[in-house]
């Protein structure tokens, strides 16, 4: 008896560990607002570059010790980012993959946490530009956090993609954002 309570468990605990939980963030949505701040620049084009990263491939976060939450093609962090501003300046007619002009970008750091009182993503970020200026962003998004594990996560991946929105705000409101692309 004593064995088939051991064998039960293992298989138990084996299924729990190999099925790979997770929860995937949402997909980027285009924001109106920052269409609307880069239409006030005129005669603009813009090519994007493959962005990097401090952690390349890196593309989840592990949520309390429960659950990991990732992008939500498993792409990199990196890459949802690049995607993601690639978007916005195509919404604003500013993209055109033949342009001289080119942005890059470095992912420095992206970080999280659910702690109650304390919820946040937070995504450091060095954009480049052709002509060779750069500018760093430090975006840090708030947002609610729970006492429940479930809850908390789920709030986690949610607000992923608000904060990437954030994020491009910051970049393309950032004071020296024009010396990128003139």
Known sequence: MKKIILNTTGILAASIIL???GIKTNEYNVSADNVMQLKKIENTKISIENFESANPGESSK???LAETI???QGEPFEKYIEEAIKSELKMADMYDENSPLKISGKVLKVDASTMLGNAYWAIELTVKSSN??????NTKRDYPSAYLATTACNNMATSFSPTVRT??????NHKEFKTLIN
């Open 19 to 21: 099925t790979g939980c």
């Open 62 to 64: 592990l949520c309390r």
């Open 70 to 72: 990732s992008t939500p």
């Open 132 to 137: 060779g200026n750069q500018i760093k962003v």
């Open 167 to 172: 994020l491009v705000s910051d970049i393309i």
